[in-house]
């Protein structure tokens, strides 16, 4: 069976919901496929670091996107195989209605000027082929779309940006720290996409279940702030329970349709245009299992690449009160481009207003020290007494996108006989340095006056911040998508999401793949 | 057990397996209701939960409604890390005043005990476990309310601020 349309869009995620309201808007007839079966509404929101965080630790080489309940909610979990132990990447994007959108923290970075020029500013990786400024008029209209409230008026902050919300005002906690991880250490309000409006008028409520659950609705969810406006409008088809196994090329260098399974019966959809929203590495998957011009099949997954990331645990010598506020409120960034940038990456440091590996209420934190750390008696005690000093703090590092790291395919198969994704992932000479001065860093923390300890709870390559694979750039030799996202070798295909970045940076990603999307959608050659 | 008579085995292999079995025993343990009121099983709780007085007692009395809603697996790991603590207990220290460093020296080497460790900490998990649950385990709360996930903060129009601590806390 074959459908027509102007726009066929695969994944309802960010980047393929900005996509469908933007044509729905003027008026296009639009489908958006979407493997996922239903949309992700749990009735009771638990924190689900220790889950993952019990993945990571007992699965090293085999990631499984596992999330306890995920099953009922998203569709066909995903294998991805790491070639490399050490420094795992441990994947975390989730399939549904929403995507991944559906439960991303809302941190809302943009990338700094330098993350754009890091091979003219700093001799490495490679420039992306537009600068700051040409993405900046995106990143305003995302923190307008998004509701991202941050701060204004803190000396030193790399943008020049306007938000429209304030920022979540600092906590407690986020002040003794600061206080005490001065001069290194600068702790900064952080940006988020979550209306910071007083609790009765839909604002944040402080619950900290974010990503699990948003009870207040406060978080930014392309399914529920972004779908509705639209799911009605006789020009938009939602076709869910349907993955994308293929797209499907002619000789005219053109896509003619992709083919979708529903129920048991292969379909395939006709449009004019065609944007692939699917998530960073599915995108490379879908590309992957299809038949593509060879100069454009030899390039995909080249690249590839995560944040780092460290987690520590830090005690500190006074009560901190933690538990209270949002998750988390503020970061310190003046690490990002520090003086030694043209040996060490860029990176800084999350502050969380709880010890999230332990939990942020006492019982939580007494039995998850008991359980992890395996510690009775007096011990116990003290430390459960302890954890109202104890916080955590993530350290994100740039790692680079050398050619070596890949995504490939698997040897092993999904339900509809077509390969998983393989990651081969390992750090660089150069990601080595800085992940050895950051463990200087840690040490740096630990002889502060008023930091108690400091453990180092784990490290790995961050399973939310897929990037790379698909690289942004002017030369069709050396790269899949032009500056507008889209395809060199494929004109009516654009590819969004995080595989056409150049640098990782060390700040969350989202926010610029939704900003990149705006730029996709802004593309003048645009016609239907 | 399976005792294999040889003149291979040596006097002191089975010394050793005769030790053991007189100070771990290999009959059933004793039901752990009865145990509750002995004096060893005050220093084993007072080990594993060195709190005040009122707090302990406070858990005490709930621990025999507390018992009677778990499994009796966990009630055996409980009733048999308690029968090997008394054991030891009375063995080394019977004829001295209970003292926290001597009941924490068993507990110690039960847990480093590689044939004994699992069920030991199986049985502290219960405990504490329990413990969390009986009126008592506000002790462990920072002497002030926490906010809980997933409904609205408790301090959210002050969480800026530090918290006044409950009296006592």
């Not at chain 1, 239903?38 to 990631?63: A, H, Q, R």
């Not at chain 1, 890949?406 to 750090?427: E, N, Q, T, W």
């Not at chain 1, 630990?446 to 961050?462: A, C, D, R, S, T």
């Amino acid at each position: 069976m074959t459908s027509s349309y102007d726009i066929c869009i695969v994944g309802s995620g960010i980047t393929g919901t900005l996509t469908a309201e933007h044509f729905v808007r003027q008026g296009a007839k639009v489908v958006m496929i979407e493997r996922g079966r239903g949309m992700y509404l749990p009735d009771k929101p638990e924190e689900y670091w220790f889950e993952d965080w019990k993945v990571i630790s007992e699965n090293p080489l085999l990631t499984k996107n596992t999330w306890q309940g995920a099953e009922k909610y998203f569709d066909d979990l995903v294998e991805i195989e790491n070639e490399r132990r050490e420094f795992a990447f441990h994947y975390n994007m989730k399939y549904g209605i929403g995507g991944s959108g559906a439960v991303w923290s809302g941190a809302s970075w943009r990338l700094t000027p330098e993350d754009f020029r890091t091979r003219t500013l700093f001799g490495y990786g490679t420039d992306w082929p537009f600068g700051y400024d040409e993405i900046s008029p995106y990143y305003d209209r995302v923190e307008e779309i998004f509701f991202t409230s941050g701060p204004k008026n803190i000396k030193n902050w790399p943008w020049k940006n306007k938000y429209k919300y304030p920022a979540f005002k600092q906590s407690y906690l986020d002040k003794v720290v600061a206080r005490h991880l001065a001069p290194e250490f600068v702790i900064t309000p952080s940006p988020f996409s979550v209306k910071n409006t007083h609790p009765l008028d839909g604002g944040c409520v402080g619950a900290k279940t974010c990503v699990r659950r948003c009870p207040a609705n406060a978080r930014f969810r392309p399914d529920l702030h972004l779908l509705p406006s639209i799911v009605k409008n006789k020009n938009f088809t939602l076709l869910i329970g349907s993955p994308c196994l293929s797209i499907n090329t002619v000789r005219s260098g053109k896509v003619d349709s992709v083919t979708i399974l529903r129920g048991d019966k292969l379909e395939k959809i006709r449009a004019k245009l065609f944007f692939l929203a699917a998530n960073t590495i599915e995108n490379q998957r879908i590309l992957l299992n299809s038949p593509l011009p060879p100069e454009m099949k030899k390039l995909i997954g080249s690249g590839f690449a995560s944040h780092g990331t460290m987690v520590l645990s830090i005690t500190m010598n006074e009560p901190l009160f933690v538990g209270r506020g949002r998750p988390t409120t503020s970061s310190a960034i003046n690490t990002l481009n520090h003086p030694l940038r043209s040996k060490i990456n860029s990176y800084m440091l999350e502050i969380w207003n709880a010890d999230f590996t332990i939990g942020s209420s006492p019982h939580a934190a007494f039995l998850n020290i008991r359980k992890k750390e395996r510690q009775w008696g007096k011990t116990l005690f003290q430390k459960t007494l302890d954890a109202d000093s104890r916080f955590a703090g993530v350290f994100i590092f740039e790692v680079e996108m050398n050619n070596a790291n890949k995504i490939s395919l698997s040897s092993v198969k999904d339900r509809y006989g077509r390969p998983f994704a393989r990651a081969r992932v390992a750090l660089s000479k150069r990601d080595r340095k800085t992940f050895e001065h950051l463990g200087k860093m840690v040490e740096l923390i630990k002889n502060k006056p008023g930091v108690k300890e400091v453990q180092v709870k784990g490290y790995g390559l961050n399973g939310n911040h897929p990037l790379g694979g698909y690289r942004a750039g002017l030369d069709p030799s050396s790269s899949v998508v032009d500056p507008w996202m889209r395809s060199h070798h494929l004109k009516n295909l654009y590819i969004l999401g995080g595989g056409a970045f150049n640098s990782t940076g060390a700040l969350n990603p989202t926010h610029t793949i939704a900003a990149l999307t705006l730029k996709a959608l802004d593309d003048r050659r645009i016609y239907l | 057990m399976n005792l294999v008579l040889d003149r291979a085995i040596s006097r002191r292999w089975f010394l050793k397996v005769l030790t053991l079995l007189l100070l771990e025993g290999c009959g059933p343990a004793p039901l752990l209701e009865d145990a509750l009121q002995e004096k060893e099983f005050s220093y084993f709780l007072t080990t594993l939960i060195p709190v005040d007085e009122k707090h302990l007692n406070k858990f005490k009395s709930a621990l025999p409604r507390l018992l009677r809603k778990i499994d009796n697996a966990r009630k055996r790991d409980i009733s048999n890390t308690y029968t090997r603590f008394k054991k030891r207990y009375v063995k080394n220290y019977a004829k001295k005043p209970f003292s926290l460093s001597n009941g924490e020296s068993i507990i110690a080497e039960m847990l480093s005990n590689k044939s004994l460790s699992d069920e030991t900490n199986s049985a502290l998990d219960t405990l504490y476990t329990l413990f969390l649950a009986s009126p008592a385990g506000d002790v462990v709360s920072w002497g002030r309310p926490f906010s809980k996930p997933g409904v609205k903060c408790l301090y959210w129009e002050n969480y800026d601020e530090p918290v006044n601590l409950v009296k006592g806390g």
